[in-house]
């Protein structure tokens, strides 16, 4: 159980181009998906938590109209990266979590990002 | 503020055991999870202790001290696929999980 579908799992794509990055939980309802990216070497870094049927909660330094996050359903969200630039390029993992709040987030397998 | 304090890096040798320690400070806490992260691939869940003492599955085993802010990730008959970074992540009063480098075990013949 607590599978988690990430979608792509890899793009490239010319600066500019706008990407989406799609998650779903298949076997679960969840209220709460959080949307992370990771660079070589460091530490996973949250971007944002997104709410079923609210706005995302971004975190400090993550430019909202930049990356902009969906989650019109329980076991949807989507992450787009608006006009991507080559800093962009990093790998972009979603998680969600089932309804109780102590649950454990599942992870996606991640979109490895690359803008030229 | 909350950080947490893991070894950046473990050196074992196959089939031996090796024990991964954590330390944390957190605004409230409701939890603590143990997450694997082989290089390249996103993180996978291993363990959740909400109470202290030992939480044993498998080859692997969790610990917690609440009062000490302090658990550890215990590996028996280490493999070489056990070779990835090992992720402690305590869960604040808001239930966000909190993330740090995590400790990067490599296994040895």
């Known amino acids: 159980g607590a599978v988690v579908s990430q979608h792509p799992s890899w793009v490239i794509c010319k600066s500019g181009t706008s990407v989406k990055i799609e998650c779903r939980s298949l076997d679960f309802q969840a209220t709460t998906m959080f949307w992370y990216r990771q660079f070589p070497k460091q530490s996973l870094m949250l971007m944002a938590t997104s709410n079923e049927g609210s706005k995302a909660t971004y975190e400090q330094g993550v430019e909202k109209d930049k990356f902009l996050i969906n989650h019109a359903s329980l076991t949807l969200s989507t992450l787009t990266v608006t006009s991507a630039h080559p800093e962009d390029s990093s790998f972009y993992i979603c998680?969600?979590?089932?309804?109780?709040?102590?649950?454990?987030?599942?992870f996606g397998d991640g979109t490895r990002l690359s803008i030229l | 503020g909350q950080n947490i304090d893991q070894p950046t890096e473990m050196t074992a040798t196959e089939g031996a055991i090796v024990q991964i320690n954590c330390t944390y400070q957190?605004?409230?806490?409701?939890?603590l999870f143990w997450y694997q992260q082989h290089a390249g691939e996103a993180p996978t869940f291993l363990s959740y202790?909400?109470l202290d003492g030992l939480e044993e599955k498998g080859r692997f085993s969790s610990f917690l001290s609440r009062s000490k802010g302090y658990s550890y990730l215990l590996l028996k008959e280490l493999q070489m696929k056990d070779s990835a970074s090992y992720l402690c992540?305590?869960?604040?009063?808001?239930?966000?999980?909190?993330w740090g480098a995590g400790t990067k075990l490599i296994i040895k013949p």
């Open positions: 992540a305590p869960m604040d009063s808001n239930y966000q999980l909190i």
């Open positions: 202790n909400v």
């Open positions: 998680s969600a979590r089932d309804l109780t709040g102590n649950q454990p987030q599942h």
């Open positions: 957190t605004s409230g806490f409701n939890g």
